[in-house]
């Protein structure tokens, strides 16, 4: 009898164990140790120019988005805010509801509350969707914090900065990586279901007999989609809906003269620094949004004009046929 009491004894004090810590640990962050004593609670300026602060404020107890810009950026950043624009409209109004977005400056500096505000009307980034800025010094311990800092590579002048974004939801503590040149659709959906509910399986049953047909996409189609999409449509706009930040593409290649078309994809800032009339013109009309040089090579114009070409091709014998 002493024996197995002898045996039994250290397994009742582990069983016990859990009631005799402090009350306290159950009710402070439970799950995760990513809560107000990792992230700095810098305080920062939102294009409105209201204070706010990046715990409590911006991603306490949320599913939140955030990356870092500087609106002075002239090819990165402005593929980088499309293509989370359209992760914005996919989303709708959750956005500011139960998902938010931050762009956050690296170049305080410059970016002041005011430009911050133009750079948003530029892109039409709706609600749910805020600028900061805020001082230099905090926003580098922030970027820190979130693991976007690159220890070498930044030196204040190049402004090259990490272009990943941080999604994540605060309470559950699951942050995540993400290249902002990923899918919006798998963007949208990482925000709006895995961030939320990830531990329960979809409710959805799906079959792959329902799956619809995967046609290979072409070497043009690819680009498109990767470097183009997020700007561009290509006549699937429905009406009223989803305008892209640029004009719409079918059709350009039959409108355009060919020369024109593949400098203006070699080199678009050039053309608009020589003040090409046609560049011009489509300048002023998409609100002085300059369209990033995307540093293609021959190759790929050639492959993105035969895609442009073949899809208009493909539209209008689609149409002719209903
Ligand atoms: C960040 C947004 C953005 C991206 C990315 C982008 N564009 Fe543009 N594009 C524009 C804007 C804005 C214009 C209108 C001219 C301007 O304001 O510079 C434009 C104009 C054009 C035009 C001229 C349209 C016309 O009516 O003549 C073509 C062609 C074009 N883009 C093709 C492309 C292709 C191909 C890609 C991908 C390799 C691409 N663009 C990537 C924003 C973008």
């Not at 992230?39 to 300026?45: K, M």
């Not at 799956?211 to 706009?237: N, Y």
């Not at 355009?256 to 593949?262: G, N, T």
Request: glycine share 6%.
């Amino acid at each position: 009898m002493p024996h197995t009491w002898r045996l039994l004894l250290p397994l009742l004090i582990i069983l016990s164990l859990p009631c005799a810590l402090p009350p306290t640990s159950a009710s402070a962050d439970p799950d995760t140790p990513w809560g107000a004593d990792y992230f700095p609670n810098i305080p920062l300026l939102t294009q409105d120019g209201r204070q706010v602060h990046f715990f409590d404020d911006l991603i306490k107890d949320k599913v939140v988005a955030i990356n870092f810009i500087f609106t002075g950026c002239g090819d990165s950043c402005p593929v980088e805010t499309a293509r989370l624009r359209q992760v914005q409209k996919l989303l709708g109004e959750r956005v500011g509801q139960d998902i938010f977005i931050y762009s956050i400056s690296i170049d305080p500096y410059n970016d002041t509350p005011a430009t911050l505000k133009r750079y948003a009307e530029k892109f039409a980034i709706g609600p749910g969707w805020t600028l900061l800025t805020g001082e230099a010094a905090d926003i580098e311990q922030l970027r820190r914090s979130l693991g976007l800092y690159i220890e070498g590579l930044e030196n204040g002048r190049s402004k090259d900065h990490n272009l990943s974004l941080i999604i994540g939801n605060q309470a559950t503590g699951r942050w995540m990586k993400a290249s902002p040149f990923e899918s919006p659709y798998i963007l949208a959906d990482r925000l709006a279901n895995s961030l939320h509910n990830w531990k329960t399986a979809s409710a959805q049953h799906r079959d792959y007999t329902q799956a619809p047909d995967i046609r290979p996409p072409s070497k043009g189609e690819q680009l498109f989609r990767t470097r183009c999409s997020s700007c561009h449509t290509l006549g699937d706009t429905e009406p009223g809906v989803t305008h892209g930040i640029g004009p719409d593409l079918l059709g350009v290649t039959r409108q355009r003269d060919e020369a024109w078309l593949k400098r203006w994809l070699m080199e678009p800032d050039r053309m608009l620094a020589e003040k090409d009339p046609l560049a011009m013109l489509l300048y002023e009309q998409y609100n002085q949004l300059a369209m990033p040089n995307m540093r293609l090579g021959e190759t790929e114009i050639t492959a993105l004009l035969d895609y442009l070409d073949e899809e208009t091709q493909r539209r209008q014998s689609a149409s002719a046929q209903r």
